[in-house]
């Protein structure tokens, strides 16, 4: 069974950083199509950013485009996102996700298979 697990959440203050990371427990990882999501209470997820298998290609959300950083280990199995400039509007549960099926990222959650349990990320200000 396919388990993805995210670690790196806190507190920090605004215009701090935090990495998260995302560990896969399938070697066939660097296959898949990942990204990271976020929720806020009460809505849907939201697209935040995806990598293409090998990594070569990324894509973001405007609002996290040039603070935050994707990217991948496909040795290690595990996806990252460094968030910078951290806002109070950033305060979310971060889940990472994969699709087997995309050749590159999508920002569609409907295409993902696979879910991580999530990691809660509190900016204060």
């Known amino acids: 069974q396919v388990q993805l697990v995210e670690s790196g959440g806190g507190l920090v203050q605004a215009g701090g950083s935090l990495r998260l990371s995302c560990a896969a427990s399938?070697?066939?990882?660097?296959?898949?199509?990942m990204g990271w999501f976020r929720q806020f209470p009460g809505k849907e997820r939201d697209f935040v950013a995806g990598i293409s298998r090998s990594g070569g290609a990324t894509s973001y959300a405007d609002d996290t485009k040039g603070r935050f950083t994707i990217s991948r280990d496909n040795a290690k199995n595990t996806l990252y996102l460094q968030m910078n400039s951290l806002k109070p509007e950033d305060t979310a549960i971060y889940y990472c996700?994969?699709?087997?099926?995309?050749?590159?990222?999508?920002?569609?959650?409907?295409?993902?298979?696979?879910w991580g349990q999530g990691t809660q990320v509190t900016v204060s200000s």
């Open positions: 399938e070697r066939t990882f660097d296959s898949w199509s």
């Open positions: 996700a994969a699709c087997p099926r995309c050749l590159v990222s999508t920002a569609r959650r409907y295409d993902y298979d696979y």
